[in-house]
Nanobody
Framework: VQLQASGGGLVQAADSLRLSCAAS????????MGWFRQSPNEGREFVAR????????AYAASVEGRFTISRDNDRNMVFLQMDSLKPEDTAVYYC??????????????????WGQGTLVTVSS
């Protein structure tokens, strides 16, 4: 399974950005998909996940109400719509896939496949 994240860039605070992640190989519709981020000198942290079988989603408290994760199983893609961006959202964003047997989708170690990351920089 290969994951290719895209859509990062430099934006100003309060702007919006939409990240995309294209998956190839494997059975995408059976994967729980997640987004994580990592800032310099910080560990990789959970941002959002969407389950394989239902549109059930979960978010980190820091992004709840501002970010929206979605998926398109026909196109093998997952998205992260980021609104009302803040400077503290600056990080490299990674998409990840959790194949069966699934984890809770919140922990880094629960994911089996990772994309290369896309940099999001939010200026104040």
């Amino acid at each position: 399974v290969q994951l290719q994240a895209s859509g990062g860039g430099l934006v100003q605070a309060a702007d919006s950005l939409r990240l995309s992640c294209a998956a190839s190989g494997g059975s995408f519709s059976t994967f729980t998909m997640g987004w994580f981020r990592q800032s310099p000198n910080e560990g990789r942290e959970f941002v959002a996940r969407i389950l394989w079988g239902t549109p059930s989603t979960a978010y980190a408290a820091s992004v709840e109400g501002r970010f929206t994760i979605s998926r398109d199983n026909d196109r093998n893609m997952v998205f992260l719509q980021m609104d009302s961006l803040k400077p503290e959202d600056t990080a490299v964003y990674y998409c990840a896939a959790d194949s069966p047997p699934w984890s809770d989708g919140i922990q880094v170690h629960g994911y089996d496949y990772w994309g290369q990351g896309t940099l999001v920089t939010v200026s104040s």
